[in-house]
């Protein structure tokens, strides 16, 4: 039984169709790619299976039980943890507190030493607000406030976006640290290199439809295929 | 002065608490009635109004949060008249006493004059409301997810925390703390079911004039405010109300969002 | 709340009803159990309605402050009735209405700067302002809390006629007639472009905005007008009592205002007339059973919340709405002319591509835009020549709407300018920039979902028209000289000629995208910025948008952002790639495709890594 598992799920973004049967299948301890352009639905799949949106058709299951329909704050509660595209940092509390807030909820939350072992930079800024950190500093913030919450499996929406090469080297270390650890990961990224290079699987979509499955060395055996989906 | 405060503190404005404020003053009144006990009266009023608060937002609020906020207002401002009504016909119009507490009689020297013991302890009292206000806001858990929902909710939504229901602890809370502040202001004003019409305005010009959503904005906004009202009627008291409202004209010519004003994210 | 398009006599049905209801008043009163009094009561309470209708009713601003213009017009009518400075009572109402609205001005200025609650607390403090003015520092003047009393009966002289009001049937007359007058001009002013516009500045304050409307003025001449019609109640007050009481500035009566025409029905101009009936009829009649007179508001109340909860639309207003389903389901019932939306295949337009050698229309020059440390846009330059179609792309958070936005006015940009033919749109109002000639469709639909399909083009055709302010009270907005063609050219440019009649929120996904277009080509720009037209559609609705782009694109020039690398290819004449804010290529699309520094930038440049787990 997959941990997670989406089948032929059509979603409405007010009423605009995005997504059109959209299906797929996350394991264990995996870490899957979702690739497409932007406009494709990626955004919205995450957001989907989150509870933000409640898909119109099909189901999302979690460990076999069924989430969809279900608000944000029980889904995280199951143990999916979603890592926001625009990091939603909450501005006006500081990074311990932006952290502490995430463990209110938590069954067996990490503790704020374990975190700031993982991530030392925030230690050191634990006091400065959310709003005064830099873009990096923020998506370690948004990436170490769903750790927090030791979920059971994260979703991660375009981390690396507008971020200077160094810093996304830097968290694309961290991320592959996760994965070492065992957590499960589904990551949505534009920058396709760095996010084939996390991933055992990944999937595309264009335009709301799914249109490869597979490994990330199959991908790249069809650059014809990656221009047409992914490029330009 | 210092209750408009509260209210502005907790960013919750709607019509019907002038009407919370009214009841919880009536609620203080029958309580004293009984026990003769003004501490019972104080919490009788703030239960009461938890109580009201609760069952409003609960039966009638939370059908308004998807509709304009037009409707909104409409709705708090019919049952702001749906229970200034209730206390008009259970009490009757006429102003009812709710005496000074033993323990607030007789003055005090101040330094320049003899003032009523009472009101120097409702300074403490609203002091000391305001202490516990900023401690919950900051120092709590609870005091988190508020001050973070304001600013993000679905993002605390999307952290395992359902905020609407916080929210209606707060709306709660709101609610109690228009009860309380009824009560208290009891002994100095007179009871009567439209009293709640004055503080309402008062508390919404030193929102206007500190700024929405801030704290330290409705501290400094009540002061302000306090301090042209007593200013003024020293000077010439006709006007003193009028100086007030003078003042949040000219802030809202220079300065819209007030002194202190925090945007927030819907 | 599309105003119904009756033709011909039909037009005045509302007019002829209120005559009739105003001349049968009298004769029916006795059988109601009311006095004349009552009737002039409630008529004047309608009078005052009626401007606050198309305050709050129509323009969507709920205002608690009015009794500042009732009281104000009031005792000013009576304090030149009594000082006296004249002796005509017509005059002295004027004199009123006038003050009235020009205190409207004043707090309309003020209170406006804020929207929603603000702006009702708002109202409702410069109420009260009004109130504690009147009763102390104004006392000299209005007596304080004894009011103005002695006010003498009705003298209205015209000319070489003078005649005194003596009789209560004479001054339920008076009334009647002012009403009907203030009725009569209501609903011209619903009718003009000015009442057009209201209501589209209550369903769509933006994009009534974005299509050219200067928005705050129309809000503050709709604030003066309610203003004006509560100084006249005002006045009528302290005629039909003798006296001018306090009470008319109490918070009480603003509440009032508002609970009688929620109750009778907001936006329907006599639902404050039906409520001001409920109101004053429940008064006299609770009155007099003994045991629940006092229970009168408390019923009321209860009345109010149920009907706000459960019927928004208030007692006329439900009624209206019955009348519009009956007649549309007679008109469904009897089979129109089947609308024949092209499902035959369009031979594929082959687009010439523009020769680009004409002269530049919009100009960007080193635009950048930074928020608190972070760069979004960094240094781009632009130049869209006259005619061409310019797709901007680029990967996520490359800054494209950030820069579209720049483009299009509506965000400041931090350093460098952006110039259409000659002017610079740095600190333009959205409606200013729109006027100039530049005109944006959204890529999440801003339609006036209330309205119509023709009304929603008209609005932006209105603005084209008339400019960003023009305040035509008085004219029917269908007799506009030309207006109607603009319409219907547009809307025979997006193909919903056919749907011209139904409201906009019926239409499905794609026509509605269609329609978001149409509302910026109706405004005539020579510039036309496209935000992702295709978002959300199916391949056929794609087919047809294109074709529609393929058409308009004669004669404009178009900047889109888009996603869709297909349309992209197929209607574009060049190319704008932007990554990570700064512009790296710009080219035809084929020279685009083929560039290996794009291909980077959309598919990541490989990373110094170890070999991924297998």
């Given at each position: 039984m997959s941990l997670l598992e989406l089948e032929a799920v059509n979603a409405y973004y007010g009423e605009a169709h995005t997504l059109f049967d959209v299906s797929l299948h996350v394991e264990p301890h995996e870490v899957v790619a979702l690739l497409g352009r932007n406009g494709a639905g990626k955004t919205t799949t995450l957001k989907t299976i989150m509870g933000v949106i409640a898909p119109r058709r099909g189901t999302i299951r979690f460990d076999g039980a069924p989430i969809h329909g279900l608000p944000p704050y029980k889904i995280a509660r199951r143990g999916l943890q979603l890592v926001p595209d625009e990091r939603r940092i909450i501005g006006g509390l500081t990074v311990e507190e932006n952290l502490v807030l995430a463990t209110l909820s938590a069954a067996a939350p990490w503790s704020l030493a374990r975190i700031y072992a993982l991530f030392p930079r925030l230690g050191e800024r634990q006091r400065n607000r959310g709003r005064d950190l830099s873009g990096g500093e923020q998506q370690m913030l948004a990436i170490a406030r769903a750790l927090v919450r030791e979920p059971r499996l994260i979703l991660l929406d375009e981390p690396f976006e507008g971020l200077a090469p160094l810093i996304v080297r830097d968290l694309l270390g961290v991320c592959r640290r996760l994965a070492d650890d065992g957590h499960t990961i589904v990551i949505v990224e534009q920058n396709v290199q760095a996010a084939l290079s996390l991933a055992q699987r990944c999937y595309v979509l264009n335009n709301g439809h799914m249109v490869f499955e597979g490994t990330p060395d199959s991908l790249r055996r069809d650059p014809e295929f990656m221009r047409r989906h992914l490029g330009v | 002065m210092g209750l408009t405060i509260i209210f502005g503190a907790l960013g919750v404005v709607n019509f019907a608490h002038g009407s919370f404020y009214a009841l919880g003053a009536y609620a203080g009144f029958v309580a004293y009635d009984k026990t003769h006990s003004f501490l019972a009266a104080m919490a009788a009023g703030a239960l009461a109004l938890l109580v009201t608060g609760i069952v409003i937002e609960r039966g009638l609020i939370r059908l308004y949060y998807n509709r304009p906020k037009e409707d909104q207002i409409l709705v708090t401002f019919g049952v702001a008249i749906i229970l200034v009504e209730a206390l008009r016909t259970g009490f009757g119009g006429l102003a009812q006493a709710l005496p000074v507490p033993s323990w607030g009689a007789g003055a005090v020297y101040l330094g320049l004059t003899y003032y009523p013991t009472y009101r120097v302890e409702v300074l403490g009292i609203v002091a000391a409301t305001l202490v516990v206000l900023y401690l919950v806001l900051y120092r709590t858990r609870l005091g988190l997810i508020v001050r973070a929902g304001i600013e993000d909710q679905l993002m605390v939504n999307m952290l395992g925390i359902n905020v609407t229901r916080t929210f209606l602890t707060v709306f709660g809370l709101g609610a109690m703390a228009a009860g309380f502040a009824g009560v208290i202001n009891g002994p100095i004003v007179t009871v009567t079911p439209d009293m709640g019409a004055d503080v309402l305005v008062q508390s919404f010009v030193v929102i206007v004039i500190g700024g929405v959503g801030s704290f330290w904005g409705a501290l400094v906004g009540g002061l302000i405010a306090g301090e042209i009202l007593s200013l003024t009627a020293m000077i010439k008291p006709a006007y003193s109300q009028v100086m007030l409202f003078a003042a949040m004209a000219l802030v809202l010519i220079f300065r819209p969002q007030g002194l202190f004003g925090v945007q927030g994210r819907q | 709340m599309t105003v119904p398009r009756a033709a011909g006599a039909a037009r005045f049905l509302p007019e002829f009803g209120v005559a009739v209801g105003l001349v049968a008043m009298p004769y029916a009163l006795p059988h109601l159990g009311g006095t004349l009094d009552l009737a002039q009561r409630i008529l004047d309470w309608g009078l005052f309605g009626l401007g606050f209708d198309i305050l709050f009713g129509f323009t969507g601003l709920l205002a608690f402050g009015q009794a500042a213009f009732f009281g104000t017009g009031g005792f000013t009518a009576a304090y030149f009735l009594t000082a006296p400075f004249t002796a005509n009572t017509l005059l002295a109402l004027a004199a009123g209405t006038a003050v009235a609205a020009a205190l409207g001005m004043v707090i309309g200025l003020l209170s406006l700067r804020r929207a929603g609650i603000y702006f009702a607390m708002l109202t409702l403090a410069f109420g009260e302002m009004a109130y504690f003015l009147e009763i102390s520092p104004l006392a000299t003047w209005t007596g304080g809390e004894n009011g103005i009393a002695g006010v003498p009966?009705?003298?209205?002289?015209?000319?070489?006629?003078?005649?005194?009001?003596?009789?209560?049937?004479?001054?339920?007359?008076?009334?009647?007639?002012?009403?009907?007058?203030?009725?009569?001009?209501?609903?011209?002013?619903?009718?003009?472009?000015?009442?057009?516009?209201?209501?589209?500045?209550?369903?769509?304050?933006?994009?009534?905005?974005?299509?050219?409307?200067?928005?705050?003025?129309?809000?503050?001449?709709?604030?003066?007008?309610?203003?004006?019609?509560?100084?006249?109640?005002?006045?009528?007050?302290?005629?039909?009592?003798?006296?001018?009481?306090?009470?008319?500035?109490?918070?009480?009566?603003?509440?009032?205002?508002?609970?009688?025409?929620?109750?009778?029905?907001?936006?329907?101009?006599?639902?404050?007339?039906?409520?001001?009936?409920?109101?004053?009829?429940?008064?006299?009649?609770?009155?007099?059973?003994?045991?629940?007179?006092?229970?009168?508001?408390?019923?009321?109340?209860?009345?109010?919340?149920?009907?706000?909860?459960?019927?928004?639309?208030?007692?006329?207003?439900?009624?209206?709405?019955?009348?519009?389903?009956?007649?549309?389901?007679?008109?469904?019932?009897?089979?129109?002319?089947?609308?024949?939306?092209?499902?035959?295949?369009?031979?594929?337009?082959?687009?010439?591509?523009?020769?680009?050698?004409?002269?530049?229309?919009?100009?960007?020059?080193?635009?950048?835009?930074?928020?608190?440390?972070?760069?979004?846009?960094?240094?781009?330059?632009?130049?869209?020549?006259?005619?061409?179609?310019?797709?901007?792309?680029?990967?996520?958070?490359?800054?494209?709407?950030?820069?579209?936005?720049?483009?299009?006015?509506?965000?400041?940009?931090?350093?460098?300018?952006?110039?259409?033919?000659?002017?610079?749109?740095?600190?333009?109002?959205?409606?200013?920039?729109?006027?100039?000639?530049?005109?944006?469709?959204?890529?999440?639909?801003?339609?006036?979902?209330?309205?119509?399909?023709?009304?929603?083009?008209?609005?932006?055709?209105?603005?084209?028209?008339?400019?960003?302010?023009?305040?035509?009270?008085?004219?029917?907005?269908?007799?506009?000289?030309?207006?109607?063609?603009?319409?219907?050219?547009?809307?025979?440019?997006?193909?919903?000629?056919?749907?011209?009649?139904?409201?906009?929120?019926?239409?499905?996904?794609?026509?509605?995208?269609?329609?978001?277009?149409?509302?910026?080509?109706?405004?005539?720009?020579?510039?036309?910025?496209?935000?992702?037209?295709?978002?959300?559609?199916?391949?056929?609705?794609?087919?047809?948008?294109?074709?529609?782009?393929?058409?308009?694109?004669?004669?404009?020039?178009?900047?889109?952002?888009?996603?869709?690398?297909?349309?992209?290819?197929?209607?574009?004449?060049?190319?704008?790639?932007?990554?990570?804010?700064?512009?790296?290529?710009?080219?035809?699309?084929?020279?685009?495709?083929?560039?290996?520094?794009?291909?980077?930038?959309?598919?990541?440049?490989?990373?110094?890594?170890?070999?991924?787990?297998?």
């Amino acid at each position: 039984m997959s941990l997670l598992e989406l089948e032929a799920v059509n979603a409405y973004y007010g009423e605009a169709h995005t997504l059109f049967d959209v299906s797929l299948h996350v394991e264990p301890h995996e870490v899957v790619a979702l690739l497409g352009r932007n406009g494709a639905g990626k955004t919205t799949t995450l957001k989907t299976i989150m509870g933000v949106i409640a898909p119109r058709r099909g189901t999302i299951r979690f460990d076999g039980a069924p989430i969809h329909g279900l608000p944000p704050y029980k889904i995280a509660r199951r143990g999916l943890q979603l890592v926001p595209d625009e990091r939603r940092i909450i501005g006006g509390l500081t990074v311990e507190e932006n952290l502490v807030l995430a463990t209110l909820s938590a069954a067996a939350p990490w503790s704020l030493a374990r975190i700031y072992a993982l991530f030392p930079r925030l230690g050191e800024r634990q006091r400065n607000r959310g709003r005064d950190l830099s873009g990096g500093e923020q998506q370690m913030l948004a990436i170490a406030r769903a750790l927090v919450r030791e979920p059971r499996l994260i979703l991660l929406d375009e981390p690396f976006e507008g971020l200077a090469p160094l810093i996304v080297r830097d968290l694309l270390g961290v991320c592959r640290r996760l994965a070492d650890d065992g957590h499960t990961i589904v990551i949505v990224e534009q920058n396709v290199q760095a996010a084939l290079s996390l991933a055992q699987r990944c999937y595309v979509l264009n335009n709301g439809h799914m249109v490869f499955e597979g490994t990330p060395d199959s991908l790249r055996r069809d650059p014809e295929f990656m221009r047409r989906h992914l490029g330009v | 002065m210092g209750l408009t405060i509260i209210f502005g503190a907790l960013g919750v404005v709607n019509f019907a608490h002038g009407s919370f404020y009214a009841l919880g003053a009536y609620a203080g009144f029958v309580a004293y009635d009984k026990t003769h006990s003004f501490l019972a009266a104080m919490a009788a009023g703030a239960l009461a109004l938890l109580v009201t608060g609760i069952v409003i937002e609960r039966g009638l609020i939370r059908l308004y949060y998807n509709r304009p906020k037009e409707d909104q207002i409409l709705v708090t401002f019919g049952v702001a008249i749906i229970l200034v009504e209730a206390l008009r016909t259970g009490f009757g119009g006429l102003a009812q006493a709710l005496p000074v507490p033993s323990w607030g009689a007789g003055a005090v020297y101040l330094g320049l004059t003899y003032y009523p013991t009472y009101r120097v302890e409702v300074l403490g009292i609203v002091a000391a409301t305001l202490v516990v206000l900023y401690l919950v806001l900051y120092r709590t858990r609870l005091g988190l997810i508020v001050r973070a929902g304001i600013e993000d909710q679905l993002m605390v939504n999307m952290l395992g925390i359902n905020v609407t229901r916080t929210f209606l602890t707060v709306f709660g809370l709101g609610a109690m703390a228009a009860g309380f502040a009824g009560v208290i202001n009891g002994p100095i004003v007179t009871v009567t079911p439209d009293m709640g019409a004055d503080v309402l305005v008062q508390s919404f010009v030193v929102i206007v004039i500190g700024g929405v959503g801030s704290f330290w904005g409705a501290l400094v906004g009540g002061l302000i405010a306090g301090e042209i009202l007593s200013l003024t009627a020293m000077i010439k008291p006709a006007y003193s109300q009028v100086m007030l409202f003078a003042a949040m004209a000219l802030v809202l010519i220079f300065r819209p969002q007030g002194l202190f004003g925090v945007q927030g994210r819907q | 709340m599309t105003v119904p398009r009756a033709a011909g006599a039909a037009r005045f049905l509302p007019e002829f009803g209120v005559a009739v209801g105003l001349v049968a008043m009298p004769y029916a009163l006795p059988h109601l159990g009311g006095t004349l009094d009552l009737a002039q009561r409630i008529l004047d309470w309608g009078l005052f309605g009626l401007g606050f209708d198309i305050l709050f009713g129509f323009t969507g601003l709920l205002a608690f402050g009015q009794a500042a213009f009732f009281g104000t017009g009031g005792f000013t009518a009576a304090y030149f009735l009594t000082a006296p400075f004249t002796a005509n009572t017509l005059l002295a109402l004027a004199a009123g209405t006038a003050v009235a609205a020009a205190l409207g001005m004043v707090i309309g200025l003020l209170s406006l700067r804020r929207a929603g609650i603000y702006f009702a607390m708002l109202t409702l403090a410069f109420g009260e302002m009004a109130y504690f003015l009147e009763i102390s520092p104004l006392a000299t003047w209005t007596g304080g809390e004894n009011g103005i009393a002695g006010v003498p009966a009705p003298h209205l002289a015209f000319g070489p006629f003078a005649f005194d009001v003596t009789t209560p049937q004479g001054m339920y007359w008076l009334i009647a007639v002012l009403f009907f007058i203030g009725f009569w001009l209501a609903h011209r002013i619903v009718r003009s472009p000015v009442g057009t516009v209201l209501r589209a500045i209550r369903d769509n304050e933006g994009r009534a905005r974005a299509v050219g409307h200067d928005v705050a003025k129309y809000k503050l001449m709709a604030f003066v007008v309610a203003a004006a019609y509560g100084g006249l109640a005002g006045g009528l007050l302290g005629l039909l009592q003798g006296y001018m009481p306090p009470d008319a500035f109490y918070l009480d009566t603003s509440g009032q205002l508002v609970v009688q025409t929620v109750i009778g029905g907001a936006g329907t101009l006599i639902g404050p007339l039906v409520g001001a009936a409920v109101w004053l009829y429940l008064y006299t009649a609770l009155q007099q059973v003994a045991g629940i007179g006092a229970l009168w508001k408390l019923l009321l109340g209860v009345i109010f919340v149920v009907l706000v909860t459960v019927l928004p639309r208030g007692i006329a207003g439900g009624v209206v709405m019955l009348w519009r389903a009956i007649r549309r389901d007679r008109r469904a019932a009897a089979p129109g002319p089947v609308a024949a939306i092209a499902a035959i295949a369009e031979p594929v337009v082959e687009r010439v591509r523009a020769p680009l050698d004409g002269p530049v229309v919009l100009r960007a020059e080193g635009l950048s835009k930074h928020y608190d440390g972070v760069i979004a846009v960094d240094d781009v330059s632009f130049e869209l020549v006259e005619g061409e179609v310019r797709a901007v792309i680029g990967p996520n958070g490359a800054g494209k709407s950030t820069f579209f936005n720049m483009l299009a006015g509506v965000l400041d940009a931090t350093a460098g300018e952006v110039w259409f033919r000659g002017h610079r749109l740095a600190g333009l109002d959205a409606a200013r920039v729109c006027q100039l000639g530049i005109a944006k469709s959204f890529q999440i639909n801003q339609l006036f979902l209330g309205l119509s399909v023709h009304d929603n083009v008209l609005i932006a055709a209105l603005a084209r028209r008339y400019g960003k302010f023009h305040p035509a009270m008085l004219r029917d907005v269908r007799r506009v000289a030309g207006l109607d063609a603009l319409v219907a050219e547009t809307l025979a440019a997006v193909q919903l000629g056919d749907r011209a009649a139904m409201p906009a929120s019926a239409l499905a996904y794609g026509e509605k995208r269609r329609l978001e277009i149409g509302l910026a080509l109706a405004t005539r720009p020579q510039v036309l910025l496209l935000d992702e037209p295709m978002a959300g559609m199916s391949p056929s609705e794609r087919a047809d948008t294109m074709r529609l782009v393929k058409r308009i694109a004669e004669g404009i020039s178009i900047v889109i952002v888009e996603h869709d690398m297909d349309v992209v290819f197929e209607l574009a004449d060049r190319i704008t790639v932007l990554y990570n804010g700064r512009k790296i290529a710009e080219d035809t699309p084929e020279a685009i495709q083929a560039d290996p520094q794009v291909r980077a930038a959309y598919l990541g440049s490989p990373v110094d890594h170890e070999p991924a787990r297998a």
